[in-house]
T-cell receptor, first 111, second 116 residues
Framework: EDQVTQSPEALRLQEGESSSLNCSYT??????LFWYRQDPGKGPEFLFT???AGEEKEKERLKATLTKKESFLHITAPKPEDSATYLC????????????FGSGTRLSIRP | EAGVAQSPRYKIIEKRQSVAFWCNPI?????LYWYQQILGQGPKLLIQ????????DSQLPKDRFSAERLKGVDSTLKIQPAKLEDSAVYLC??????????????FGPGTRLTVL
């Protein structure tokens, strides 16, 4: 069964304290790994798509990386405005467009 | 460019009542998705439309949920009758295509449903 698991469930950091969020996936024939940001009361906002192991993408303080079994979202010197839930999703090879979401990591950055 | 619009934003109903949600996708987006997001979980796909045809409704509880996308533009999702476990946020998303290219999904703000 295709599955996406994120860890930790919640993470509290001090402003400027760098860390990484983990996304483990078991899908057959990955056709895309996605990261979204979700603020309270809002829909998910697209961040990155990764397609193959070794690929990396960056946006401001965020960098996403992909291996054959995991993806990491690295956050460097975070600010309070980076506080949000970060969702990972994977598209199985059997699907033209359906994606499977993990449960997310709630990130809180203290000033 | 206007984003995905959803209404209402909030809805409170009694169990066994009916409810309907509306979604207007980004102009020109062929693919429309309805997701259910229970508190503390990631979104779960309920149904996917490509233009006005259903691509995937394998996780839609068809005994109580229905959805349509007439004319391939806006869409409605209905629950009849509602159960307590239907309390969740219902998210609508759209993408340019349903293929590997240009398939970034844009989400609306969601409708928070509470069933009492």
């Amino acid at each position: 069964e295709d599955q996406v698991t994120q860890s930790p469930e919640a993470l509290r950091l001090q402003e400027g304290e760098s860390s990484s969020l983990n996304c483990s996936y078991t899908v057959s024939g990955l056709r895309g790994l996605f990261w979204y940001r979700q603020d309270p009361g809002k829909g998910p906002e697209f961040l990155f798509t990764l397609y193959s192991a070794g690929e990396e993408k960056e946006k401001e303080r965020l960098k996403a990386t992909l291996t054959k079994k995991e993806s990491f979202l690295h956050i460097t010197a975070p600010k309070p405005e980076d506080s949000a839930t970060y969702l990972c999703a994977a598209r199985p090879g059997s699907s033209a467009s359906k994606i499977i979401f993990g449960s997310g990591t709630r990130l809180s950055i203290r000033p | 460019e206007a984003g995905v619009a959803q209404s209402p934003r909030y809805k409170i109903i009694e169990k066994r009542q009916s409810v309907a949600f509306w979604c207007n996708p980004i102009s020109g987006h062929a693919t429309l998705y309805w997701y259910q997001q229970i508190l503390g979980q990631g979104p779960k796909l309920l149904i996917q439309f490509q233009n006005n045809g259903v691509v995937d409704d394998s996780q839609l509880p068809k005994d109580r949920f229905s959805a349509e996308r007439l004319k391939g533009v806006d869409s409605t999702l209905k629950i009849q009758p509602a159960k307590l476990e239907d309390s969740a946020v219902y998210l609508c998303a759209s993408s340019k295509t349903g293929t590997d290219v240009d398939n970034e999904q844009f989400f609306g703000p969601g409708t928070r449903l509470t069933v009492l």
